[in-house]
């Protein structure tokens, strides 16, 4: 089982970024998908979840309003759209899979926002 994240980049602050994390030895059909990040020197934090079904999504404080989380199972593909990106959006983000059962965490992709 396994998780890889695409989409990072370096971008100037109020410009947007697509993350994309694809699933692959699993059905992420099964499992709620989140989305971390680690700041530089910093603990890492919860972005934005979406549950199975892509039903019910939710977001950090810090987030709410300039991203979006989707997902396709059919593509067993999770998605964050992060607009209006800010220099303290400056993280390496994760995905991360996990049911009752098990969890399955990517390696990660940077984003690095200047102003």
């Known amino acids: 089982a396994q998780l890889v994240e695409s989409g990072g980049g370096s971008v100037r602050q109020g410009e947007s970024l697509k993350l994309t994390c694809t699933a692959s030895?699993?059905?992420?059909?099964?499992?709620?998908m989140t989305w971390f990040r680690q700041p530089p020197e910093k603990e890492s934090e919860f972005v934005a979840s979406i549950e199975r079904t892509g039903g019910d999504a939710k977001y950090a404080d810090a987030v709410k309003g300039r991203f979006t989380v989707s997902r396709d199972n059919a593509k067993n593909t999770l998605y964050l759209e992060m607009n209006s990106l800010e220099f303290l959006d400056t993280a390496r983000y994760y995905c991360?899979?996990?049911?009752?059962?098990?969890?399955?965490w990517g390696q990660g992709t940077q984003v690095t926002v200047s102003l």
């Open positions: 030895g699993f059905a992420i059909s099964g499992y709620d």
């Open positions: 991360y899979a996990g049911n009752s059962d098990d969890y399955v």
